[in-house]
């Protein structure tokens, strides 16, 4: 097939034929997506037949620790990176603290660190504290239009640059960046790449060998699955960073940077999210492939899908007097992830008068309160968000755009 097979994808997500959620129609996707079926089974399986400590010899014991080595080799078979640099955390807010630490031990006084205001807190505040043990913190700015421009980012790479910080997707303006162009340009300032994929990786897992990061994080609860954060350390850099967990358990991968150690079920559960995608693949031709064959297919699928959908929503809310768009106003250069504010109406007015009507949006500043900050916009109102992925259906963009030329007339 050369374009998504929508009813099937949407009979995976048990969402979608629930009762009480008959009706509704979920766009606020970029704060957490709903479950695919193989997921949910997953969890359930592991809470019914071996919800006890995993990797002792007994069963079930043996077969809860086979259970989280899988999902933790196939996600890793499906980002295209090696299983043991890999790392399955509570959050990937919690991931990037704990990075942040091991940094902090690592790095000299004078040394700088680039941050932008355009990500979500999470990938600057853990860095910008860096500055307390006599790092330079510097900030990539965005422009007047909430853009980062790769120009800025070669002015502040200076001989003392060790870790630029970035994300390959706004979670509010939504453009998608050239992630491997970027990482080009850090490694030839002698820096290391951290790049914040949890905006990205719900419209298709990324192979992050071809982005160049050395390190790349996101959220598996927005990519259909449970609520972990996952964490790509590239072995060279791993090797460098000192160990944060606990000082007997040494140098041992991949428990080096979680230290509180993982929820076993949510990890076991990570093998029904790529039972997933292996599905939609082979559903649409692509099952005899090799896996990273397979992940560019799916990715194309989802994100030919999302752009078509996406178009018609940006060209409303482009050309309406009201509103103020963040972003392009092409799907082609953003995810569907899109940010506005109305002139003479709340934020949250309008998300209560969506949600009086069964369309559940977003609003707020969605923890990238420097990037409202630096647009002028009332941080404690925020934007309103509204955000799908591949299971959205036409219909349903239809009915958010029906909506809103009622609200906003």
């Given at each position: 097939m050369s374009s998504l097979d929508l009813d099937y994808v949407r009979a995976q997500f048990p969402a979608f034929g629930e009762p009480s959620l008959a009706g509704f129609a979920h766009?606020?996707?970029a704060g957490g997506s709903f479950a695919c079926?193989?997921?949910i089974a997953a969890l359930q399986e592991f809470y019914r037949q071996t919800k006890v400590q995993p990797y002792y010899a007994f069963e079930p014991s043996a077969t809860a620790g086979a259970r989280m080595d899988s999902a933790q080799r196939r996600l890793a078979e499906w980002l295209h990176v090696d299983t043991d640099d890999l790392h399955l955390g509570p959050s990937t807010s919690q991931n990037t603290y704990v990075l942040a630490q091991a940094f902090r031990r690592?790095?000299?006084?004078g040394d700088e660190v680039i941050v932008t205001n355009q990500d979500h807190e999470a990938n600057v505040g853990a860095w910008a504290r860096l500055q307390d043990a006599g790092c330079v913190v510097r900030t990539w700015p965005v422009d007047a239009t909430g853009e980062l421009r790769i120009a800025d980012l070669a002015d502040l790479l200076g001989p003392r640059t060790r870790v630029v910080a970035f994300t390959q997707c706004?979670?509010?303006v939504g453009s998608i960046h050239p992630v491997r162009e970027i990482t080009d340009l850090v490694h030839e300032a002698g820096a290391w790449a951290v790049v914040d994929g949890?905006?990205?990786?719900?419209?298709?897992l990324p192979d992050i060998a071809a982005t160049g990061a050395d390190i790349y994080l996101f959220s598996l609860y927005k990519v259909y699955g449970p609520h972990l954060g996952a964490m790509y350390?590239?072995?060279?850099?791993?090797?460098?960073?000192?160990?944060?967990a606990h000082f007997f358990k040494g140098d041992a991968l991949p428990g080096r940077f979680t230290p509180a150690g993982p929820d076993h079920a949510q990890v076991a559960a990570v093998n029904g999210v790529i039972d997933y995608l292996e599905a939609v693949a082979t559903r649409h031709g692509h099952g005899q492939r090799s896996v990273p064959e397979q992940a560019a297919a799916v990715r194309h699928l989802f994100r030919e899908h999302e752009s078509e959908l996406l178009q018609p929503l940006l060209d409303y809310l482009a050309t309406h007097p009201r509103v103020r768009l963040i972003g392009a106003t092409r799907a082609s250069s953003r995810a569907p992830t899109v940010a506005f504010t109305v002139a003479g109406q709340s934020s949250s007015a309008l998300a209560r008068q969506l949600a009086d009507l069964h369309i559940g949006v977003g609003n707020g500043n969605f923890y990238a309160y420097r990037l409202l900050q630096a647009l002028g916009i009332d941080t404690a109102e925020g934007v309103v968000r509204a955000?799908?992925?591949?299971?959205?259906?036409a219909a349903e963009v239809d009915r958010l755009i029906a909506a809103l030329a009622q609200l906003l007339h």
């Open positions: 766009f606020e996707n079926g193989q997921a690592y790095l000299q006084p706004s979670n509010v949890v905006s990205y990786c719900p419209h298709g350390v590239r072995a060279a850099l791993a090797a460098q960073l000192p160990s944060q955000s799908f992925v591949h299971y959205t259906s």
